[in-house]
T-cell receptor, first 113, second 113 residues
Framework: DTAVSQTPKYLVTQMGNDKSIKCEQN?????MYWYKQDSKKFLKIMFS???????INETVPNRFSPKSPDKAHLNLHINSLELGDSAVYFC????????????FGPGTRLTVL | RKEVEQDPGPFNVPEGATVAFNCTYS??????FFWYRQDCRKEPKLLMS???SGNEDGRFTAQLNRASQYISLLIRDSKLSDSATYLC??????????????FGAGTRLAVHP
């Protein structure tokens, strides 16, 4: 299936732990994104990469570190997890030269206890 | 003031009703506009682009008023399957041709029999 996939779908962990979320797209897109959707359902951009290069880095704590090993993958590592990090994290991808439509992954629901 | 504002709803309407959602944006430099749809516990998906001249896709009509910085979505003959959250999205382009999507918090629609 052509799509944006994320793993894991659910992640429950203790405060202070370090965790990673992986994202892969096989759509041939050159730009990938991480979004956070909090309990109020606000979807906010965190990072964007184009061809493995960071192009958007919103005001996100430096405990969050994205890594793009190639243009089909964008992973998110989170250090020292806090209660406020609990949210749904969506990965998305797009073609820079497209009409800006972004295709989203199914989301990773992170719960920090 | 939020960059993109929407009435959160919920809008509870019977099948067959016509319903309209509004959205305002604060940055006049915004260049592209979209409506996304997000089903409960799912990822957002593009519903339609919004053009200055107004555009229609089946039962859905989108309008843009740049002078008032206002976007609307009209759904005619509502179906049960239209129940979802509708996200207003505004795009800013910046140097290098990159773009950033700013999402509204969404308007929830519940269509009942």
């Amino acid at each position: 299936d052509t799509a944006v996939s994320q793993t894991p779908k659910y992640l429950v962990t203790q405060m202070g732990n370090d965790k990673s979320i992986k994202c892969e797209q096989n759509l041939g897109h050159d730009t990938m994104y991480w979004y956070k959707q909090d309990s109020k359902k606000f979807l906010k951009i965190m990072f964007s990469y184009n061809n493995k290069e960071l192009i958007i880095n919103e005001t996100v704590p430096n405990r969050f570190s994205p890594k793009s090993p190639d243009k089909a993958h964008l992973n998110l590592h989170i250090n020292s997890l806090e209660l406020g990090d609990s949210a749904v994290y969506f990965c998305a991808s797009s073609l820079l030269t497209s009409n800006h439509e972004q295709f989203f992954g199914p989301g990773t629901r992170l719960t920090v206890l | 003031r939020k960059e993109v504002e929407q009435d959160p709803g919920p809008f509870n309407v019977p099948e067959g009703a016509t319903v309209a959602f509004n959205c305002t944006y604060s940055n006049s430099a915004s260049q592209s506009f979209f409506w996304y749809r997000q089903d409960c516990r799912k990822e957002p998906k593009l519903l339609m682009s919004v053009y200055s001249s107004g555009n229609e896709d089946g039962r859905f009509t989108a309008q843009l008023n740049r002078a008032s910085q206002y976007i609307s979505l009209l759904i005619r003959d509502s179906k049960l399957s239209d129940s979802a959250t509708y996200l207003c999205v505004v795009i800013y382009m910046f140097s290098g041709g990159y773009n950033k999507l700013i999402f509204g918090a969404g308007t929830r629609l519940a269509v009942h029999p």
